[in-house]
DNA sequence: TCTGAAGACTTCAAAGCTAAAGTTCGAAGC
DNA sequence: GCTTCGAACTTTAGCTTTGAAGTCTTCAGA
């Protein structure tokens, strides 16, 4: 029999924090659990929101492109390069994207022509109403995430969040955040 | 002048939610607020992680590695597989995510001779001296985000994060976690 | 008007990932 | 013992993203 044990099972949250604990002096478990569970939720939803989006064909990459364009507000447009900014991609991966959802209807690509260095990309109604198709499943799966939360928990969880948001954010003013988005 | 703002400014979390209740009726602001500030705060935070690793000449993904085989405890060994597993990638990638870090020195791999068919990754000691230092940073930076927060803040946001994780989990019980990890 | 510089996007090559098709080895049935 | 099935990894082809180099347009100054 190996040593490295035929069934490695995944270690849970708790698993892994005593785990840190022995290999890393001077850990503080309560924050290391924020951490990482903080971590691991949102990978967890970012595979829901994958598996919905995928079952209305778009790509959970098609949809932050959607997202964007809506919350810029009608009449739904911006440039390549304000996209690439919002989503954390370089501009060259923008045109890529931008080239395959024009091919599936879902945006426009047209020149400014106050201004023919730029370009202006435009949500389709069909874009729209993706988005709002997906936009429907994912605040169905959001409520009942946070179903058990009370009142009070919710107005704590959302008030603790957006405090070490601006933290970062603070921190990191906009720093062309490119780098891996792993976990 | 275009339609489209000369100088679109990055919205705030705030203004994210008020246009996001503008397009879409029946909206609670107040999940919306929990999962957005929930999304973002994890984008930074790997923002700031990948800063850290790529001062020491790693890239977050082989972070994602050395991390999981640490995890497992001495001698550190793990399959191509059970990597795989817990970090999100198809066996194809972990092979040659391997190959990389066999390049690098920062893991051997061999086969286990008690079963031909697999494959031993084993943590080398330049690769656990890498984890060290990269811990050192990130533990650093994790204290320093959650300063803020009260005592009874961190309890509160460990135990409720942890009730929501466990909560995805049971609902998607290991699914192949493949799906982008976007976000 | 012409020139130079800067900005906005695109193109190109290379890295890293996925999906699907191999390989190789071990275990079970005949 | 031979065959077949299944498991664990690797290989191949295609796609998405990055980084760097290019193109086109605008603007400011000579």
Same mark, same amino acid.
């Given at each position: 029999?190996? *040593?490295?044990?035929? *069934?490695?099972? &995944?270690?849970?949250? &708790?698993? %892994?924090?005593?785990?840190?604990?022995?290999?890393?002096?001077? $850990?503080?478990? %309560?924050?290391?659990?924020?951490?990482?569970?903080?971590?691991?939720?949102? #990978?967890?939803?970012?595979?829901?929101?994958?598996? %919905?989006?995928?079952?209305? +064909?778009?790509?959970?990459?098609?949809?932050?492109? @959607?997202?964007? /364009?809506?919350?810029?507000?009608?009449?739904?447009?911006? +440039?390549?390069?304000? /996209?690439?900014?919002? $989503?954390?991609?370089?501009?060259?991966?923008?045109?890529?994207?931008? =080239?395959?959802?024009?091919?599936? +209807?879902?945006?426009?690509?047209?020149? *400014?022509?106050?201004?023919?260095?730029?370009?202006?990309?435009?949500?389709?109604?069909?874009?729209?109403?993706?988005?709002?198709?997906?936009?429907? @499943?994912?605040?169905?799966?959001? &409520?009942?995430? @946070? %179903?058990?939360?009370?009142?009070?928990?919710?107005?704590?969880?959302?008030?603790?969040?957006?405090?070490?948001?601006?933290?970062? &954010?603070?921190?990191?003013?906009?720093? +062309?955040? #490119?780098?891996? *988005?792993? =976990?």
């Amino acid at each position: 029999m190996a *040593d490295t044990a035929p *069934d490695v099972a &995944e270690p849970t949250l &708790e698993e %892994q924090i005593a785990a840190y604990q022995r290999e890393f002096q001077g $850990l503080d478990p %309560q924050v290391e659990k924020i951490v990482s569970a903080l971590s691991r939720l949102n #990978r967890r939803m970012n595979v829901a929101y994958g598996r %919905q989006t995928a079952g209305l +064909g778009i790509s959970n990459a098609e949809w932050e492109v @959607l997202k964007a /364009l809506v919350l810029s507000g009608a009449p739904y447009r911006l +440039g390549p390069s304000d /996209l690439a900014k919002r $989503l954390g991609l370089t501009p060259a991966a923008m045109t890529h994207r931008i =080239d395959r959802m024009v091919a599936e +209807g879902l945006v426009t690509r047209e020149r *400014d022509e106050s201004n023919r260095v730029r370009v202006i990309v435009e949500l389709t109604p069909e874009g729209r109403e993706k988005w709002l198709e997906a936009m429907r @499943l994912a605040t169905v799966f959001e &409520e009942d995430l @946070l %179903q058990d939360l009370t009142p009070a928990e919710r107005a704590v969880l959302g008030e603790v969040l957006t405090r070490l948001l601006r933290r970062v &954010e603070d921190a990191q003013p906009d720093a +062309g955040g #490119r780098l891996s *988005d792993l =976990d």
